[in-house]
């Protein structure tokens, strides 16, 4: 069974700094796109970021500039780092991983349990 397991999340003020870990954990054949969500109270799920195998990254308008999404493909990791936060993005902030578990099996989707991000003075 896979698991992808988070950390990282917490309280900090406007301005300041956060990283976030994404471990995939369990068998494992080979990782796709690997990427961050957030959802905020009332709001839909929407994405941050995401990074390909080769290391080609995609962003949302609302973080370009302040957060860098990166992997290491050799502990099947991948990690956003949050610079200048400000309180609009408080959230729970979720990883994505697309992943096979056998060369023989097509890629699914897997989702963390989600870590909680608050930015506020």
């Known amino acids: 069974q896979v698991q992808l397991v988070e950390s990282g999340g917490g309280l900090v003020q406007p301005g300041e700094s956060l990283r976030l870990s994404c471990a995939a954990r369990g068998i494992i054949a080979s990782i796709g796109v690997m990427g961050w969500y957030r959802q905020a109270p009332g709001k839909q799920r929407e994405l941050v970021a995401t990074?390909?195998?080769?290391?080609?990254?995609n962003y949302a308008d609302s973080v370009k500039d302040r957060f860098t999404i990166s992997r290491d493909n050799t502990k099947n990791t991948v990690y956003l780092q949050m610079n200048s936060l400000k309180p609009e993005d408080t959230a729970v902030y979720y990883c994505?991983?697309?992943?096979?578990?056998?060369?023989?099996?097509?890629?699914?989707?897997?989702w963390g349990q989600g870590t909680q991000v608050t930015v506020s003075s």
């Open positions: 990074v390909t195998t080769g290391g080609a990254t």
């Open positions: 994505n991983a697309n992943l096979r578990t056998a060369w023989f099996r097509t890629e699914s989707t897997y």
